[in-house]
């Protein structure tokens, strides 16, 4: 069973960088991304920061796009979210999430496996960046 750790919150004052680690332990057999995403202070709902795209090129949401940067590290399963410039907007629970990438199935069709799709909803349990001065 695949589990994510995410750890490098904190506090920092606005203009800081903080770097955020997200750490996948277990095997599932299945292809996945990792993505991050964040819930702000007095929000229900978690809202993409960053993530790969299947050409392997990364995205961002325009708010953070030139100032935040996701990348993997020299361990496969270590995915960084390196954050420059933070303003105090950017405060929020960090949360790091598995995306399936689709795999050979039957007949040579790539695919999500079925036993791959409970990936869909794979959250770690979240690390606080709060930006004040």
């Known amino acids: 069973q695949v589990q994510l750790m995410e750890s490098g919150g904190g506090s920092v004052e606005p203009g800081g960088s903080l770097r955020l680690s997200c750490a996948a332990t277990?095997?599932?057999?299945?292809?996945?991304?990792i993505s991050w995403h964040r819930r702000a202070p007095g929000k229900e709902e978690r809202s993409f920061v960053a993530?790969?795209?299947?050409?392997?090129?990364?995205n961002y949401t325009e708010s953070v796009r030139g100032r935040f940067s996701i990348f993997q590290g020299n361990a496969k399963n270590t995915v960084y979210l390196k954050m420059n410039n933070l303003k105090p907007e950017d405060t929020a629970v960090y949360y790091c999430?598995?995306?399936?990438?689709?795999?050979?199935?039957?007949?040579?069709?790539?695919?999500?496996?079925?036993?791959?799709?409970?990936?869909?909803?794979?959250w770690g349990q979240g690390t606080l960046v709060t930006v004040s001065s």
């Open positions: 993530g790969f795209n299947l050409d392997d090129t990364t």
């Open positions: 277990g095997d599932t057999g299945c292809a996945y991304d």
């Open positions: 999430k598995t995306e399936p990438r689709p795999m050979p199935t039957t007949y040579g069709i790539w695919g999500i496996l079925p036993g791959c799709r409970f990936l869909f909803d794979l």
